[in-house]
Structure formats: structure tokens, C-alpha cells
């Protein structure tokens, strides 16, 4: 699916990508979409904030050209682009699960979100662990959430855990300093990703409840 038909039929081609978003679809629908939609317009785009209009226009071609959009790849990933002059298109792909997802990798992972949050605004990825019984975010206190973070504090709230941030979490993982009982990935693609290396009951749960959302979106379209 690629949105801006319109202007596509015109000669319309997308410049240099400044903000790039891929959310995970379910049976051709947007599991998180009123999260995923509160978290873009808390985005950046070239330094600017995204608009009311473009966050109404993404709303818009969700609930018109989605389902037809994702035919191919029905539990695939959305793809939003917005490139420097502002023009924004949407198109869907295949989804590929992240292998052999040890604490390294994704802390790796978070550490380079965070380097896109210093440009847009909001990390896709955060590293997150669980610590005696809480659960411990590594964004600064005053970071934006993404979606996903929204969802796994929703969830943290419903099984008793409270949630503390660590700004330097990620990079403490990388060192082997962050004193973790369970590590798992939060991601606007991926989900609740647990760790291979330090996974656990905790962010099993987690990852459990995702993954009935997924399967709630899925029901829906039977």
C-alpha cells in the first residue's frame, strides 16, 4: 500500500526518508493504532513537530486503504515515511522476527533508538528489566513514550509493578553492569521481545500479554 495515490500518478517521489515508523500489523489491522497515532504526533520531523494534519491524514489512510494495502502481508509491518520537505507516504512489508535476541543485541538495539530519539523525539526500542519487583525503563524521566512503552506500562500496572527509568539502562546492559534479573525489548515492530540470555516469568508475562493483543486483533477479522 502506498498512500499519496494522488500525487504518486503525478510524479510524486519521496525525498530523503527524516522520520521512518514501522508498526506491526495483525489480520491486516493496527493492533496499537490509537497508541501508535499519540506517539507520532509527539515525533520530530526536521526538527519540526509532525502536524495535527499529517497525524489525521495517517488516521485517515489506516482506515481506508489498510485492509486492502496489506493483502500480501497481513501480519506484516506498516511502514510511515516522512521525508525533509514534509511529503509523507505509507507501504507494507514482510515482518521478520529479530534472531537470537541475547541482552547484547538488544541493547544494541535500544542505544540506537535512542540516537533517533535525540533527532525525532521518540525511541521505536527501549530496553527494559526487570529488577526485584519492578520493572525498570531505560528512558530519561522526561523522555516521550512510544506506544509500545505505553502498552508495557498499562500492563506493568495490571500484574502490581511499579516502573522506574534508567536513562543509562541500555548502555549499562552493553557492560554488563545493569543488574538485571530479566531483560526484555520493547519495540513498535517487534513488541515485547524477552532476552535468549536473561529472560524470566516477569517479561514472559509481558510478551504473553502482546501477544493477546495481536491474537484479539486477528479474532476480530475472522
Known amino acids: 500500500m502506498t498512500v499519496e495515490k494522488d500525487a504518486q500518478m503525478e510524479g510524486f517521489t519521496l525525498g530523503a526518508p527524516a522520520l521512518v515508523c514501522r508498526w506491526r500489523l ?40 489498510l485492509a486492502d494495502g496489506a493483502a500480501a502481508h497481513p501480519d506484516g509491518v506498516l511502514m510511515l515515511i516522512i521525508d525533509e520537505e514534509g511529503r509523507a507516504a505509507m507501504t507494507v512489508g514482510p515482518y521478520e522476527p529479530l534472531a537470537h535476541p541475547t541482552t547484547s543485541l538488544l541493547a544494541e538495539r535500544a542505544c540506537a533508538a535512542e540516537l533517533e530519539a535525540a533527532r525525532t523525539g521518540v525511541a521505536p526500542e527501549t530496553l527494559w528489566g526487570v529488577r526485584g519487583d519492578a520493572l525498570v525503563w531505560g528512558r530519561p524521566a522526561d523522555a516521550a513514550p ?17 516502573v522506574e527509568r534508567d536513562e543509562l539502562l541500555a548502555h549499562r546492559a552493553l557492560d554488563g553492569d545493569a543488574r538485571l534479573d530479566e531483560t526484555f525489548l520493547a519495540s513498535d515492530e517487534h513488541g515485547v521481545v524477552p532476552s535468549s540470555t536473561a529472560s524470566g516469568p516477569r517479561s514472559a508475562r509481558l510478551a504473553q500479554g502482546y501477544a493477546r493483543l495481536l491474537a484479539a486483533a486477528s479474532a476480530k477479522r475472522r
Open 26 to 65: 495483525a489480520a491486516r489491522t493496527l493492533p496499537m493504532e490509537n497508541r501508535l497515532l499519540r506517539a507520532l504526533s509527539r515525533r520530530r520531523a526536521n526538527g519540526a513537530p509532525v502536524s495535527p494534519q499529517l497525524v489525521a491524514w495517517a488516521k485517515q489512510h489506516i482506515e481506508w486503504t
Open 146 to 162: 512510544s506506544a509500545i512503552d505505553t502498552l508495557v506500562s498499562d500492563l506493568a500496572r495490571t500484574v502490581g509493578m511499579s
